[in-house]
C-alpha cells in the first residue's frame, strides 16, 4: 500500500530585525494573517546569525539598532551571491 503522498505549501518567511518589541508586534499581527511567517530578532547581529536558519524571502531591518545597525544587515545580504537576491527593507522610526 502507497503512503499517500503530502504536498508541503511553500511559506514565505520574513526576518525582521528591530529593537522596538511594538514594531516586531504590529509587523507580526499585519502580516500573520496572509500566511507568512515571522521570525523577529531584537538587533543586527541576532539577524545575521539567524539569517542562513531561517532562509528569509525578506529582510525588514531598522537601521538605528544596536550591535550592528540596518545599513550592516543589508551589506551582509548582499555582499554573498548566494542571497543577494532577498530584497531588504530599511526602516526607520
Known sequence: MRTPRVERQYVPRVL????NSNIQRMVTLALKDQGI?????SNGEAAIRKFAEVKP???LAD?????????EVCEFV????????VPVVLLVG
Not at 37 to 41: D, G, K, M
Not at 78 to 85: E, G, I, L, Q, T
Open 16 to 19: 525582521i530585525a528591530d529593537d
Open 37 to 41: 511567517e515571522i521570525v523577529a530578532v
Open 57 to 59: 524571502d525578506l529582510v
Open 63 to 71: 537601521i538605528f539598532m544596536p550591535v550592528r545597525n540596518g545599513y
Open 78 to 85: 548582499k555582499s554573498d551571491p548566494r542571497h543577494a537576491n
